[in-house]
């Protein structure tokens, strides 16, 4: 059964941010080739008007942007009025215009809160996919959580990227038969094990000294900042140690700050966004990743990097511990800098079996991933075409 579809997200490349979301890039071009797919993007006004346009290209779907203008700092409990106000400025005779058997919203608020209006409005059943923060910190807002609940509980299905995702989406009232939790995927073309020596060479990169990797975006809620609080004590044991962060975002210039006052900026390198395709010889390289979050849904470098034979340090937040095995790396609490401390040394001392993490990271294959979304979004078509069809009897 192949559906007409369209997704409304924020979480998706555009020619403002061409790398933004890779997880989202991988499952809709994926589902593209299965049905199809147009893909709507809410650009940030912010990016929109203050960055440059940068060659941008998609397969298998259908790529469109709209910009979202909304009051900053102040008012977030209007974005989702915001964002759908900009929406129909920009797209509504498009909408109205194409008849979609289903629509994906990818992330609860505002585009979720926003979207099911549309959806509703159009009499189209939708689905909503759940990663993190939006449950995780925003549905924790006031204001904010009751139009998350209203959004998720009219959705014909709500997909979770871990079982901890699809607790909260239960607790906020939604049927659990509705809720479904499907773990991201993992490239097997580019995400293999593989020779650290050979990575190293390369990259450019020292043979005979330690590397740590950080790749994500660079805020405090991800942890970067504590991991460099953490990383004079793995220089005491290990002077030779280093450590990179691959990303972009606001901590940028605090971390350089903050390096030089701890007197390490000489072992920190920021090396800034790096093409998704190009990422598996980095985790290869590295003796460990560390992703010291605050709050995640199941954070797409993690199996990555296990899928590239690389040890995971990580924090016990989330969907994280569904997804890393003691034989892959350690889990700390969130911002516990002396757990953090002991955890990356530990890690650094100890022999790990590359093959066998890899191993286990191949369990989440995107093919199983998209063809139970697909399978999700055909019974959420179907649900109309019953409708449909008992209405007219």
Partial sequence: MSLKVLILTNLFPSPWDPLRSPFNRQQFERLGQHHDVDVITAVDFRERFGRKRQPFRVNHVNSEQFVFFYPPVIGRSLHAACWLGSLLVQKWRRLRRVHYDCLLLSWAYPDAAAASWVARHLGIPYVVKVHGTDLNVKAEQG???????????????VVAVSQALADKAVALGVDPSRVHVIYNGVEPNLFTSGSLSEARSKLSLPQDERILLYVGNLKDSKGCLDLLEAFPRVLATHPD????????????????QRAVALGCQDRVHLLGAVEHDALGDWFRAADLLCLPSHNEGVPNVVLEAMACGTPVVATRVGGIPEVLPEHAGVLVDARDRIGLEGALVDVLGKAWDSERIAAYAGRFRWDENVERL?????????SRAGEVKYSAS
């Fill in 241 to 256: 140690a280093n450590l990179i962060f691959i990303g972009s975002g606001p901590s940028r210039e605090p971390l350089l």
């Fill in 374 to 382: 697909g399978g999700i979004l055909e019974a959420a078509a179907m």
């Fill in 143 to 157: 204001l904010i959580r009751p139009q998350i609940r209203q959004a998720l509980r009219g959705a014909q299905a």
